[in-house]
Nanobody
Framework: VQLQASGGGLVQPGGSLRLSCAASGFTLDYYTIGWFRQAPGKEREGVSCISSSDGSTYYADSVKGRFTVSRDNAKNTAYLQMNSLKPEDTAVYYC????????????????WGQGTLVTVSS
């Protein structure tokens, strides 16, 4: 069972990136997927999540209107489209999954990807 996050990199303020979270060893269809981030010297925070049941989404206030979470169950992959990036979005981004959405909601999902670094800087 593995989650592989990718798509991070260096981008200028105002730019965009799309992160991917590919699952292997299990089917994402039945899992709520969460995206989390941890900036240097800060605690990990929840960014966004998407449910398995009805595709409902949640966004932290800091990214609302700029980030979009989605999933492609046929590809067993989830995505985080990040637009209008700001320097304060710089962090290691992690995807995570759990069949129990409440565990994702409290930041304690069962499965975690390895993280991908996003740096927003001019």
């Amino acid at each position: 069972v593995q989650l592989q996050a990718s798509g991070g990199g260096l981008v200028q303020p105002g730019g965009s990136l799309r992160l991917s979270c590919a699952a292997s060893g299990f089917t994402l269809d039945y899992y709520t997927i969460g995206w989390f981030r941890q900036a240097p010297g800060k605690e990990r925070e929840g960014v966004s999540c998407i449910s398995s049941s009805d595709g409902s989404t949640y966004y932290a206030d800091s990214v609302k209107g700029r980030f979009t979470v989605s999933r492609d169950n046929a590809k067993n992959t989830a995505y985080l489209q990040m637009n209008s990036l700001k320097p304060e979005d710089t962090a290691v981004y992690y995807c995570a999954a759990d069949a129990d959405p409440l565990r994702v909601g409290v930041g304690a999902p069962e499965y975690w990807g390895q993280g991908t670094l996003v740096t927003v800087s001019s």
